[in-house]
């Protein structure tokens, strides 16, 4: 391990607990994301009465959409409900409820139902806590295909991590592709929302979280980042990696070594190697 590295980490250590035209339609579906067409599959909770009871009954919501510039009364009273619960609220056109609508009568406002509740970040580190372990956690960093969000989640429960942390807006949230995609795991691996990454990270290094930004330009090797105590593992989006914000809010940034054409690695697999990497050090 290099002595800038050893010198970089200072006290805390390990003891330390992303001209032609066309049909109406086909316009109006290249406009929404592949994600939430293919969250339009399942768990959507169309109607105003669906929706207002929904939120009544305490049914885990990912995310409402409303049509844009409507001024209903009762979809008002929805959006606000909404967000006093903490559930995010999208304006969309209504050509995009159009597509994403199963039943064609979606009257302005469909939901996306959560697979489960959101955990606290308090919640994933008590559970590290109660196991006796040091903190493992992944932070994504608007990771918004559901696909590799689910993959994450995937092998987080498989390498022992204690939960993931997801921004509110830009990123998938826990929807029925999410939960498919992870082959059940986000059954048992806590997934907590944060509306601000930066300032999530610097409450993670206040209780002692080291925190390890993946990066192909990064100056610490894999294999010289120190993962056995208190880590929090940082994977950025799939087109353009973590934010400035993130990316300085980070101790490390961790480069993988690449051999090949390729330059950089889907975020999964890059979540993977790292978190596999973590279960190494603890291993040994």
Same mark, same amino acid.
């Given at each position: 391990?290099s002595?800038?590295?050893?010198?970089?980490?200072?006290?805390?250590?390990?003891?330390?607990?992303?001209?032609?035209r066309?049909?109406r339609?086909?316009?109006?579906?290249e406009?929404?994301?592949v994600?939430?067409?293919d969250?339009?599959?399942?768990?959507?909770?169309?109607?105003?009465?669906?929706?207002?009871?929904?939120l009544?009954?305490?049914?885990?919501?990912?995310?409402i959409?409303?049509?844009?510039?409507?001024?209903?009364?009762?979809l008002?009273?929805i959006?606000?409900?909404?967000?006093?619960?903490?559930v995010?609220?999208?304006?969309?056109?209504?050509?995009k409820?159009?597509?994403?609508?199963a039943?064609?009568?979606?009257?302005?406002?469909?939901?996306?139902?959560?697979?489960r509740?959101?955990?606290?970040?308090?919640?994933?580190?008590?559970?590290a806590?109660e196991?006796?372990?040091?903190?493992?956690?992944?932070?994504?960093?608007?990771?918004?295909?559901?696909?590799?969000?689910?993959?994450?989640?995937?092998?987080?429960?498989?390498?022992?991590?204690?939960?993931?942390?997801?921004?509110?807006?830009r990123?998938?949230?826990?929807?029925?592709?999410?939960?498919?995609?992870?082959?059940?795991?986000?059954s048992?691996? =806590?997934?907590?929302r944060?509306?601000?990454?930066?300032?999530?990270l610097?409450?993670?290094?206040?209780?002692g979280?080291?925190?390890?930004?993946?990066?192909?330009?990064?100056t610490?090797?894999?294999?010289?980042a120190?993962?056995?105590?208190?880590a929090?593992?940082?994977?950025?989006?799939?087109?353009?990696?973590m934010?400035?914000?993130v990316r300085?809010?980070?101790?490390?940034l961790?480069?993988? =070594?690449?051999?090949?054409?390729?330059s950089?690695?889907n975020?999964s697999a890059?979540?993977?190697?790292?978190?596999?990497e973590?279960?190494?050090?603890?291993?040994g």
């Amino acid at each position: 391990m290099s002595k800038e590295y050893e010198e970089k980490r200072g006290p805390r250590g390990a003891d330390d607990h992303t001209e032609k035209r066309f049909p109406r339609e086909r316009r109006a579906e290249e406009r929404v994301p592949v994600r939430e067409r293919d969250a339009g599959a399942d768990g959507l909770i169309e109607g105003r009465n669906a929706v207002t009871e929904a939120l009544r009954a305490g049914t885990p919501i990912d995310k409402i959409f409303i049509a844009r510039g409507e001024t209903d009364k009762t979809l008002g009273h929805i959006a606000s409900t909404a967000r006093a619960a903490g559930v995010v609220v999208v304006e969309a056109d209504r050509r995009k409820l159009d597509y994403m609508s199963a039943t064609k009568a979606h009257q302005g406002v469909i939901a996306l139902a959560a697979v489960r509740e959101y955990a606290s970040v308090e919640d994933i580190l008590s559970a590290a806590r109660e196991r006796g372990e040091a903190p493992l956690l992944v932070v994504c960093d608007e990771i918004s295909d559901p696909h590799n969000l689910g993959a994450i989640i995937r092998t987080a429960e498989c390498a022992g991590a204690h939960g993931v942390i997801i921004p509110k807006r830009r990123s998938a949230g826990l929807t029925s592709i999410v939960g498919k995609t992870s082959a059940g795991a986000v059954s048992y691996l =806590p997934v907590a929302r944060v509306p601000n990454i930066p300032a999530l990270l610097k409450e993670l290094q206040q209780q002692g979280v080291w925190i390890f930004g993946t990066a192909a330009e990064g100056t610490t090797s894999l294999y010289e980042a120190d993962l056995k105590g208190p880590a929090a593992i940082v994977i950025g989006s799939e087109g353009d990696g973590m934010g400035r914000l993130v990316r300085e809010g980070c101790d490390f940034l961790v480069s993988i =070594p690449m051999k090949g054409r390729i330059s950089s690695l889907n975020a999964s697999a890059a979540a993977a190697i790292l978190l596999y990497e973590a279960v190494r050090q603890r291993l040994g």
